[in-house]
């Protein structure tokens, strides 16, 4: 079984501009979520997609925003990229099963403004 | 804000001990929780997921929960050097809308 993928894994912006980062889930999971990384925020979830419907969102302003598409791959974007947006992008697939869960991550996307 | 306190560590355990992790979350309606490792320069992996009060094993972990006292630990029975890591507590609760909260995580050293 394939694992997440997550493209690109490297980007490097400008302050000012947007990015969009994609996810491609396990197959036959349906929810996505995005988490950010920082060295000083530690893990932070951003939002959660479930059959094309945003099910959760954590604290972050409205500049971070997502989709799922029909197939549950997941897009993010962050428009009007800032200094502090920095950090690593991470998603993940996961399915509920009864009472088994099971959470995989991708590699993450390394996102540098400048 | 819901908080999730996690000492940061790093805790240091002999080759074979048991290692005792433990996390505190201030949500008294959180639902699920979580427990999460983390090499250096890898992505976090899910260990283990606990809804009900009690113990939960699987394999040399175990996680217990009390929600009463609003505090959910990890142990891992004799620790190799393959544990060594960062270990991230995340709680799961909101209504209506409900956020995975992570702590800062507890770096977990174990010693040969």
């Known amino acids: 079984k394939a694992g997440v993928t997550q493209t690109p894994r490297y980007l490097i912006k400008t302050r000012g501009q947007q990015v969009t980062l994609s996810c491609s889930p396990i197959?036959?999971?349906?929810?996505v979520s995005w988490y950010q990384q920082t060295p000083g925020q530690g893990l932070q979830f951003l939002f959660e997609?479930?059959?094309?419907?945003?099910?959760n969102k954590g604290n972050f302003p409205g500049r971070f925003s997502g989709r799922q598409f029909s197939n549950s791959r997941s897009e993010m974007n962050v428009s009007t990229l800032e200094l502090g947006d920095s950090a690593l992008y991470l998603c993940?697939?996961?399915?509920?099963?009864?009472?088994?869960?099971?959470?995989?991550f991708g590699p993450g996307t390394r996102l540098t403004v400048t | 804000q819901k908080e999730v306190e996690q000492n940061s560590g790093p805790l240091s355990v002999p080759e074979g001990a048991i290692a005792s992790l433990n996390c505190t979350y201030s949500?008294?309606?959180?639902?699920?929780f979580f427990w999460y490792r983390q090499y250096s320069g890898k992505s976090p992996e899910l260990i283990m997921f606990?809804?009900?009060?009690g113990d939960k094993e699987d394999g040399r972990f175990t996680a217990q929960l009390n929600k009463a006292s609003q505090y959910v630990s990890l142990l891992i029975r004799d620790s190799q050097p393959s544990d060594s890591a960062t270990y991230l507590c995340?709680?799961?609760?909101?209504?209506?809308?409900?956020?995975?909260?992570f702590g800062k995580g507890t770096k977990l050293s174990v010693i040969p």
């Open positions: 197959s036959g999971h349906r929810s």
């Open positions: 995340a709680v799961y609760s909101g209504a209506g809308s409900y956020q995975l909260t």
């Open positions: 993940a697939s996961s399915l509920l099963a009864g009472t088994t869960y099971e959470q995989y």
């Open positions: 997609y479930f059959s094309e419907t945003q099910r």
């Open positions: 606990i809804y009900s009060n």
């Open positions: 949500d008294r309606g959180s639902q699920s």
